[in-house]
């Protein structure tokens, strides 16, 4: 019923009216119909009008048909009956859809005549409605008319409807406009005209030639609605769409618009352009701390600042978290480019002013050019990205160039990325086993396991190499779970075999402590295995410990309650100090094997390796030592202290079954070692 006057619909008239689609199909119908004919609603809406009228479908859906007409046909009520009815139509078109009005009445009694019943359509329709001669003069417009225009009838009588132009349209679109009227007798579109007041707006139009029985144009009929409102909401709706809801500013989707747009350009003429991918430093650190309201206040301000400073040409755009992407566009632009990333560095130098205070940070930045590190947007803006990371791990603060050098490195980067999930699906990771050996002991007393991707094309990927990416797009939860579960039941069968009792060493990764999946998982695994907890160690890196993680700790303090033991791995090498060991929950420290490769030349090695020693046998936590390839290092490790060691002096990580055939012959080995201490004590 969107065209129909609440009068109409209601049936306030005593005619009969129905709503059909252009497939012939009622979608509303009045009272008065219901009553005249004897169906319900329910029987008749979906229903075709051939079924009801016969004649209809001939006459008016026909797409040549008028945008009026009338005639006289036979209605078949409910009860087979046959009723004599005058039926006018008329067809009303809108930018998305159109639909038909039938108006009927019965033809022995109606008091309405073809004319009138056109003018209650003429003056009910919520379109507005112009007629003019074949001169274009307007004759008579209706009621919507004046309520759109401001213009009453008495105005415009004798004037064209070019007192509606609004000069946005220029004269060929006009000449156009007319030549397919003329052409094809009609043309619809959308079109901006202005009203009395002066107001430019949007409406849709549809016009239309009216021919005599001559075949000569006798009238123009226009039909037009005041779509502002739409407008107004597909305008919001596509500023939502491609820009970011907390800055305003261009989002990733817009982004990759106009750097499309700039490629796009390069093939008429040379264009250049650089990428600068910069992210904020420690912004996790306020987000997390003071919490989110401080930290989008802090994003608006940054984003205040860089559209204050950069070119009206340059693209600022938010592209997730505390990212910004700026494109610099000139050639003589990307001559400046180490210019022009200090002052971006320098725009940080001044605290941000926010209705929570005053706040300091600085920004790391990461640099690609167009066409010379590549000519596609999604590698621009990785390699951008990839620069940005250097200077991150080196302290941020600072700018970095993409080195070309790195590309297939990346390219093979992102190659993995894509095919990592088919790969867990596909089982081609497996799990391998690098033992750790007490020099003390001569035992074998635990056994890290560690993850392998052997691919059908490329053999083994080195872990370094996929681990990232999987931490990256979120599958090393998964990976986790698999080389927990698949270590486990390795160990069960070891244990029912006797081959194998001690420790299982297994690595996690932060993302697996998110919403509590590790405990989860770690508590199912050890009752699916039948397996005690304090025979698994779990294996975390030293970020799990720094100042924005601290809320993981109550979750490691749950698996030490179970009794599955916990080691910091890498020891020395990230955020955790020495003092920190009285107050972490862990039971093992793993010296990393930087401080190991020197530690027969190195004093400062050695006294790093010393201290730790010393302080995890004060705070009662062991120490292990990682990365061993000498006898010389294991030797100088066992005289400081350091008895429990791994690395491949002893053995390379190994399969199963290959971990299996190692260990007996260690065991043979260590075996004759005992004996022959014995022997030697006799």
């Keep these: ?29 009045n009272e008065q119909f219901l009553a005249m004919t004897g169906f319900l609603k329910e029987n008749v809406l979906g229903q075709n009008i051939d079924e009801i009228d016969n004649c209809s479908a001939k006459k008016i859906l026909s797409g040549k048909s008028a945008i009026y007409g009338h005639y006289h046909s036979i209605l078949t009520r409910k009860d087979g009956s046959n009723l004599q009815v005058e039926t006018c139509y008329f067809r ?17 009694y109606a008091e309405l005549t073809k004319t009138s019943i056109i003018e209650q359509i003429f003056d009910h329709t919520n379109e507005a409605i112009i007629v003019t001669d074949n001169q274009g003069l307007i004759q008579t417009v209706n009621k919507s008319f004046s309520n759109i225009t401001g213009y009453s009838e008495e105005e415009v009588i004798g004037k064209t409807p070019a007192i509606l132009n609004s000069g946005k349209q220029d004269k060929y679109f006009y000449k156009k406009f007319w030549q397919q009227i003329i052409d094809q007798g009609s043309w619809q579109g959308e079109i901006w005209n202005k009203r009395k007041n002066g107001e430019v707006y949007p409406e849709w139009l549809n016009i239309s030639s009216i021919r005599n029985k001559e075949s000569q144009i006798s009238n123009y009929i226009c039909q037009f609605t005041d779509i502002t409102n739409r407008k107004k909401s597909e305008e919001e709706l596509h500023f939502h769409a491609y820009h970011d809801s907390l800055t305003s500013l261009p989002n990733r989707h817009l982004l ?19 990428v600068l991918f910069c992210d904020l430093d420690r912004f996790k650190m306020i987000n997390d701390s003071l919490g989110h309201d401080v930290g989008d206040e802090l994003l608006k301000s940054v984003a205040n600042r860089f559209e204050a400073k950069l070119r009206d040409n340059d693209i600022i755009a938010r592209t997730g978290g505390d990212e910004f992407i700026v494109v610099i566009e000139g050639e003589k632009a990307l001559k400046n480019l180490d210019k022009i990333c200090l002052q971006i560095l320098s725009l940080f130098e001044v605290p941000f002013q926010t209705k929570y205070g005053e706040f300091k940070t600085t920004i790391s930045i990461g640099v690609s050019q167009f066409p010379s590190d590549s000519e596609d947007v999604r590698e621009l803006i990785s390699f951008a990205d990839v620069a940005m990371y250097k200077i991150k791990k080196s302290g941020g603060n600072h700018y970095s160039f993409f080195d070309v050098k790195e590309k297939a490195l990346i390219q093979q980067r992102l190659e993995l990325e894509s ?16 033992p750790q050996v007490n020099t003390q002991t001569h035992e074998v007393y635990g056994v890290e396991c560690l993850i392998r991707w052997n691919h059908p094309e490329q053999g083994l990927i080195p872990p370094d190499l996929f681990i990232p990416i999987a931490e990256a797009n979120g599958s090393i939860k998964e990976l986790g779970y698999f080389v927990l579960k698949t270590a486990c039941q390795q160990l069960r069968q070891w244990r029912i075999k006797n081959i194998f009792t001690g420790v299982m060493a297994i690595n996690v990764s932060l993302r697996q402590f998110e919403r509590n999946d590790l405990l989860a998982q770690v ?3 050890l009752v699916d295995e039948m397996l005690p907890a304090e025979s698994i160690e779990l294996e975390v890196t030293e970020s799990l410990f720094s100042e924005d993680n601290n809320y993981h700790t109550p979750i490691l303090c749950a698996l030490r309650e179970l009794g599955v033991k916990v080691a910091i791995d890498d020891f ?8 920190r060991l009285k107050s972490l929950p862990i039971d093992n420290v793993k010296i990393d094997k930087c401080f190991v490769d020197n530690i027969e030349h190195c004093p400062e090695d050695v006294a790093i390796v010393m201290a730790t020693i010393l302080l995890s046998k004060t705070f009662k936590v062991d120490v292990i030592a990682e990365g061993i390839e000498t006898q010389e290092q294991a030797d100088k490790l066992s005289d400081l202290g350091c008895f429990n060691q791994q690395g491949y002096l002893y053995s390379r990580p190994l399969k199963a079954h290959d971990f299996e055939v190692w260990l007996a012959d260690f065991s043979l080995k260590n075996n004759e070692i005992k004996t022959l201490k014995a022997i030697n004590h006799l």
């Design 1 to 29: 019923m969107t065209f129909l006057d609440k009068g109409l619909a209601q049936g306030e008239i005593d005619t009969g009216i129905l709503v059909l689609n252009l497939n012939g199909e009622l979608e509303e119908v």
């Design 92 to 108: 009303q078109q809108t930018q998305n859809s159109a639909q038909i009005l039938l108006f009927i009445q019965e033809s022995n």
């Design 256 to 274: 990759f618009e106009k750097l499309n747009h700039l490629c796009v350009l390069h093939q008429e003429q040379p264009t250049y352009f650089a």
């Design 419 to 434: 095919e990592i999930t088919q790969a867990i699906e596909k089982d081609q990771f497996a799990v391998w086993y690098q």
């Design 523 to 525: 508590k199912k695994t």
């Design 572 to 579: 020395g090498t990230g955020y955790s100090s020495l003092q």
